[in-house]
Structures are given as structure tokens and as C-alpha cells.
């Protein structure tokens, strides 16, 4: 097969970087066999939707066709499982473009799917008591919390959120700083 037929998936929301890249290449390189073990799967068009850093590194050791036995089409997926496929394969290797997760998939369902995102599991602190007012007095000092977002409409409709709630207490709660 031509590797040429084989085309990267432009949304692969998993990258691997510098040392992973160059294992990757270089296993590949000592131990062709792993490809047969675990092929590039293509949807019917030939876009990889699971080996996308596989394909990319057989093209740095300069291969210009491979075994057919290393590319399995997988054209009789459902659009839910293709998703489903292109996350879970990817679970265990590499680190994730949550820019590109947050576009494409739910949360829950990355959850579901076994993906662990460091930037999601928001950092809770337990207070004793019902109903405990957060004040200066049980929390040392000003809390600060740190927002990022990936675009400027996110960060206005936070923004509007917060001016809500600041109206609603009749006082100053909370403040959103841009580029803070």
C-alpha cells in the first residue's frame, strides 16, 4: 500500500512530542512487526482514525509504501463510534490537545471513554458545616482563581456571569481581570 493513500486525521485531538516521537519512530524502526500487531485504522476515504503518530513517523523513516496488513479500514463505524474510536485509542499514549477535545467531544463522554484531564477536575476545598459562607474569616485572606479560556466570547459570557451574580449580592463577589 501507498503510503500516500493514507491521510492524517486534521482534527487528531492527541499529539506526542520530541523523545515520545523519536521511541516511537525508533521502535518502529527495530520492530516493524508491532504494525501488523497494531495496524493504522482508516475510515473508507483513507484518513487515519487511530495511528495518526504512527503514519507520521513511518513518513520521517522515509517509507514510501508499506504492508497492506498494516492499514485495517474500519468503514462500517457509526459517526458516534468513529468519535468514540479516535478518543478511546488514544487513552494511554501521547498528550491531549483539550482545545481540539473541548470543540469535538463532551466531557462526560471522555470521562465514559476512560480519558483523564487534568484541567478539568476542578480542585474543591471542603468547608465543615452546612451551608458555610465563604468569608475572609474561614478562608485566610482573598482566594484567587485562575481561568483560562480559549477564546474572547468565553471569557465575555464568564464575565457577564459574574457581573450577574455580583448584582444579585448587591456588592462586589467576584471580579474577572482579563490577561491577569
Same mark, same amino acid.
Given at each position: %500500500? ?18 515520545? !516521537? ?6 518502529? @524502526?527495530? !520492530?516493524?512487526? +508491532? %504494525?501488523? &500487531? ?8 483513507? %484518513?487515519? &482514525?487511530?495511528?495518526? @503518530? ?8 522515509? +517509507? ?20 468514540? !474510536? ?14 481540539? &477535545? ?8 471522555? @470521562? ?30 482573598? +482566594?484567587? =482563581? ?18 450577574? =451574580?455580583?448584582?444579585?449580592?448587591? @456588592? ?9
Amino acid at each position: %500500500m501507498k503510503l500516500s493513500a493514507i491521510h492524517p486525521n486534521p482534527k487528531n485531538p492527541r499529539t506526542i512530542k520530541d523523545d515520545r !516521537f523519536k521511541k516511537l519512530v525508533k521502535s518502529i @524502526q527495530e !520492530f516493524p512487526k +508491532m %504494525m501488523e &500487531l497494531r495496524p493504522i485504522i482508516t475510515d473508507e476515504t483513507g %484518513m487515519v &482514525l487511530g495511528g495518526n @503518530q504512527r503514519l507520521k513517523a513511518l513518513k520521517e523513516l522515509g +517509507m514510501k509504501e508499506i504492508p497492506d496488513s498494516w492499514v485495517k479500514k474500519a468503514s462500517d463505524l457509526t459517526e458516534e463510534e468513529r468519535a468514540r !474510536f479516535i478518543i478511546v485509542d488514544n487513552v494511554e499514549v501521547g498528550d491531549w490537545d483539550e482545545g481540539l &477535545l473541548s470543540e469535538d467531544y463532551s466531557l462526560e463522554d471522555l @470521562q465514559d471513554w476512560g480519558v483523564e484531564l487534568e484541567s478539568y477536575e476542578p480542585e474543591t476545598q471542603e468547608y465543615e458545616g452546612k451551608n458555610t459562607e465563604l468569608t475572609d474569616d474561614n478562608l485566610s485572606g482573598e +482566594m484567587k =482563581i485562575v481561568l483560562k479560556f480559549s477564546d474572547e466570547e468565553r471569557y465575555w459570557l464568564v464575565k457577564e456571569a459574574l457581573e450577574k =451574580i455580583n448584582a444579585d449580592a448587591g @456588592q462586589a463577589v467576584w471580579s474577572l481581570i482579563k490577561g491577569a
